[in-house]
């Protein structure tokens, strides 16, 4: 039973963190139909500079919360900013182009991201400080879960949370989810829809610099490939939850922790993506859409 | 109040428009009929910006917008109702009127609008929670007007409003067109296949065939006329 928990709360955390990232896989396709490949890349950004950020503050004496916090931040603005400008680079001269061309555009980027960081950086792993305080009243449960898996979850929570009412209640939002159900009539009601795109970009990029944040202060090492890899894995879950669907994207990142995570743990860990693959197999097969996605037919 | 000079639209290297001259006056209604692909939806999406004209010149009170993009035309009070109505599916029925109001920021000024759209279309008010794509066309059609209407325009264009709807819909709909025009005194260009209602309802008429323009002049008179006759009026 108390194994069961720790694979239920490990699966949690991983699932939490596909979440953050497939988020905004499902956003910027829901608004353009483009699958942003570079996207996991913006979050291996977010994880680099706040390793840079953290390293520099720690130097300077600050410690603990406060390193994570002002770590975080600049992360989250230096990513926003990556993604901001990586779609008015590569995908925005490309939007009458056809479909195949900003897919493409969208590889390439992905590559020369990585390499770009490969060579500012370096190939090896680099160790990543710890951020997140101990906790005494987990003390007892540390086993099950640690300080760092229940900030994964909390925050994963409470930025969904925040995201759907801005989707929901915001002039911003409603003009996000008319764009993206028809952007020329969106445009016929005096939306500027290069802005609702970049703001798209733009959120996307900061949900993935948290996620990219956390992860990397809770596993404590980082390289230039760790985008690729989650990357593909968040892409997986927004495809699972039906892509543009933004309750899909948390559900979809969810089951594939847990997928994941008890694959591993009764199993075997070489079998982890097996799992997760073949579950995505199943899904695409018995429900094209996704879990919580709309047909074709149904979103025109 | 509008005025096209020599308005040429193109879709890839096919031309849609050619050459299309015509002129709105203050507080009127125009209509523009024509046959299936005669240009007529491209010539309100022109006007709009949404297919920017290629050459040619578009004032709209004397100033060219011809350059401008969509959103900054909207803001200068053109709103259009396109063909097809184009509800936002997935969003409620109250929200796709905010999005008519998208530019505005003067909520008691908004809800006073919204309140006259209720007036005019008092079912909308009932299916205010359900969402647009489950709404009936002519309820559809009734909300496509409002939501143009939440911005506030001094120039109105519609294409094709009465496509698909019942006998009594399309009367309700041409009945709405004309108070909206006497009460607001709202400009309007009305696009329209039912040639015989709207040339009843328009106070001059422009006849496009194949991307140019080939009658205008009073309605009173292209009702008269032969050629219309003929071949828009089934007579
Ligand atoms: N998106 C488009 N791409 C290519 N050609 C188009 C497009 N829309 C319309 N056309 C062509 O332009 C011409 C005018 O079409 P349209 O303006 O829709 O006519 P109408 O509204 O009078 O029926 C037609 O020949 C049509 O096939
Ligand atoms: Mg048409």
Redesign the pocket.
Same mark, same amino acid.
């Given at each position: 039973m108390e194994y069961f928990l720790e694979l239920l709360l490990g699966g949690l955390t991983r699932g939490s963190i596909y979440a953050l990232i497939a988020l905004g896989y499902t956003m910027v396709y829901g608004i353009i139909e483009l699958i942003n490949f570079a996207h996991g890349e913006i979050y291996m950004i977010g994880a680099f500079t706040a390793l840079i950020i953290a390293s520099v503050l720690t130097f300077h004496g600050f410690t603990g919360f406060s390193v994570l916090i002002l770590a975080s931040v600049v992360a989250v603005i230096y990513s926003a900013a990556y993604g901001y400008t990586v779609e008015k680079i590569a995908y925005k001269p490309l939007r009458q182009a056809p479909r195949l061309s900003p897919l493409i555009s969208a590889i390439g980027m992905s590559i020369f991201l990585q390499n770009y960081v490969l060579i500012a950086q370096t190939s090896d792993f680099l160790p990543f400080p710890n951020l997140i305080p101990e906790l005494p009243f987990l003390e007892e449960y540390s086993h099950i879960m640690g300080p760092a898996q229940l900030l994964i979850v909390i925050t994963t929570a409470v930025v969904t949370i925040i995201l759907t009412l801005f989707i929901k209640f915001t002039k911003t939002g409603k003009a996000m989810r008319a764009t993206a159900q028809d952007r020329n009539m969106a445009m016929l009601m005096g939306v500027n829809v290069n802005k609702i795109i970049s703001n798209t970009f733009i959120i996307g990029s900061a949900l993935a610099a948290i996620g990219g944040v956390l992860i990397a202060s809770h596993i404590g090492r980082i390289n230039f490939y760790i985008g690729f890899i989650a990357g593909i894995k968040a892409f997986t879950a927004a495809v699972l939850g039906g892509i543009g669907s933004i309750p899909g994207a948390v559900l979809g990142g969810l089951v594939l922790g847990w997928t994941e995570s008890f694959a591993t743990g009764y199993v075997s860990s070489d079998y982890e993506d097996v799992f997760a693959f073949l579950l995505l197999v199943l899904i695409l097969i018995f429900r094209p859409a996704g879990l919580l996605g709309r047909s074709a037919i149904q979103k025109v | 109040m509008l005025e096209l000079k020599n308005v040429e639209t193109y879709?890839?290297n096919?031309k849609?428009?050619k050459g299309i001259s015509l002129f709105v006056g203050d507080g009127e209604i125009i209509t523009l009929i %024509?046959?299936? %692909?005669? %240009?007529?939806? +491209? +010539?309100l =999406?022109t006007i709009c910006g949404i297919?920017p004209a290629r050459i040619g010149d578009i004032l709209f009170e004397k100033k060219s917008i011809r350059s401008l993009e969509p959103n900054r035309i909207v803001s200068l009070g053109i709103s259009q109702v396109p @063909?097809g109505r184009r509800i936002f599916p997935l969003l409620t029925v109250a929200e796709n009127l905010d999005m008519g109001a998208f530019l505005r920021n003067d909520r008691a000024e908004i809800q006073k609008d919204l309140d006259y759209v209720f007036t005019l279309f008092p079912i909308l008010k009932k299916r205010i929670h359900q969402q647009g794509g489950t709404l009936s066309g002519g309820e559809q059609q009734m909300l496509a007007i409002s939501r143009a209407l939440m911005s506030k325009p001094r120039l109105l264009l519609l294409? @094709?409003p009465s496509l698909g709807l019942a006998p009594l819909a399309v009367q309700q709909i041409f009945q709405m067109i004309q108070k909206i025009n006497s009460e607001n005194k709202t400009t309007i260009l009305l696009?329209e296949?039912n040639a015989f209602m709207a040339l009843k309802v328009a106070h001059r008429g422009y006849v =496009?065939e194949n %991307?140019t323009i080939t009658l205008e002049g009073p309605a009173v008179d292209l009702l008269k006329d032969e050629r219309i006759k003929r071949a828009y009026l089934g007579l």
């Amino acid at each position: 039973m108390e194994y069961f928990l720790e694979l239920l709360l490990g699966g949690l955390t991983r699932g939490s963190i596909y979440a953050l990232i497939a988020l905004g896989y499902t956003m910027v396709y829901g608004i353009i139909e483009l699958i942003n490949f570079a996207h996991g890349e913006i979050y291996m950004i977010g994880a680099f500079t706040a390793l840079i950020i953290a390293s520099v503050l720690t130097f300077h004496g600050f410690t603990g919360f406060s390193v994570l916090i002002l770590a975080s931040v600049v992360a989250v603005i230096y990513s926003a900013a990556y993604g901001y400008t990586v779609e008015k680079i590569a995908y925005k001269p490309l939007r009458q182009a056809p479909r195949l061309s900003p897919l493409i555009s969208a590889i390439g980027m992905s590559i020369f991201l990585q390499n770009y960081v490969l060579i500012a950086q370096t190939s090896d792993f680099l160790p990543f400080p710890n951020l997140i305080p101990e906790l005494p009243f987990l003390e007892e449960y540390s086993h099950i879960m640690g300080p760092a898996q229940l900030l994964i979850v909390i925050t994963t929570a409470v930025v969904t949370i925040i995201l759907t009412l801005f989707i929901k209640f915001t002039k911003t939002g409603k003009a996000m989810r008319a764009t993206a159900q028809d952007r020329n009539m969106a445009m016929l009601m005096g939306v500027n829809v290069n802005k609702i795109i970049s703001n798209t970009f733009i959120i996307g990029s900061a949900l993935a610099a948290i996620g990219g944040v956390l992860i990397a202060s809770h596993i404590g090492r980082i390289n230039f490939y760790i985008g690729f890899i989650a990357g593909i894995k968040a892409f997986t879950a927004a495809v699972l939850g039906g892509i543009g669907s933004i309750p899909g994207a948390v559900l979809g990142g969810l089951v594939l922790g847990w997928t994941e995570s008890f694959a591993t743990g009764y199993v075997s860990s070489d079998y982890e993506d097996v799992f997760a693959f073949l579950l995505l197999v199943l899904i695409l097969i018995f429900r094209p859409a996704g879990l919580l996605g709309r047909s074709a037919i149904q979103k025109v | 109040m509008l005025e096209l000079k020599n308005v040429e639209t193109y879709y890839g290297n096919i031309k849609a428009l050619k050459g299309i001259s015509l002129f709105v006056g203050d507080g009127e209604i125009i209509t523009l009929i %024509g046959a299936n %692909g005669a %240009g007529k939806s +491209t +010539t309100l =999406m022109t006007i709009c910006g949404i297919t920017p004209a290629r050459i040619g010149d578009i004032l709209f009170e004397k100033k060219s917008i011809r350059s401008l993009e969509p959103n900054r035309i909207v803001s200068l009070g053109i709103s259009q109702v396109p @063909e097809g109505r184009r509800i936002f599916p997935l969003l409620t029925v109250a929200e796709n009127l905010d999005m008519g109001a998208f530019l505005r920021n003067d909520r008691a000024e908004i809800q006073k609008d919204l309140d006259y759209v209720f007036t005019l279309f008092p079912i909308l008010k009932k299916r205010i929670h359900q969402q647009g794509g489950t709404l009936s066309g002519g309820e559809q059609q009734m909300l496509a007007i409002s939501r143009a209407l939440m911005s506030k325009p001094r120039l109105l264009l519609l294409d @094709e409003p009465s496509l698909g709807l019942a006998p009594l819909a399309v009367q309700q709909i041409f009945q709405m067109i004309q108070k909206i025009n006497s009460e607001n005194k709202t400009t309007i260009l009305l696009v329209e296949q039912n040639a015989f209602m709207a040339l009843k309802v328009a106070h001059r008429g422009y006849v =496009m065939e194949n %991307g140019t323009i080939t009658l205008e002049g009073p309605a009173v008179d292209l009702l008269k006329d032969e050629r219309i006759k003929r071949a828009y009026l089934g007579l």
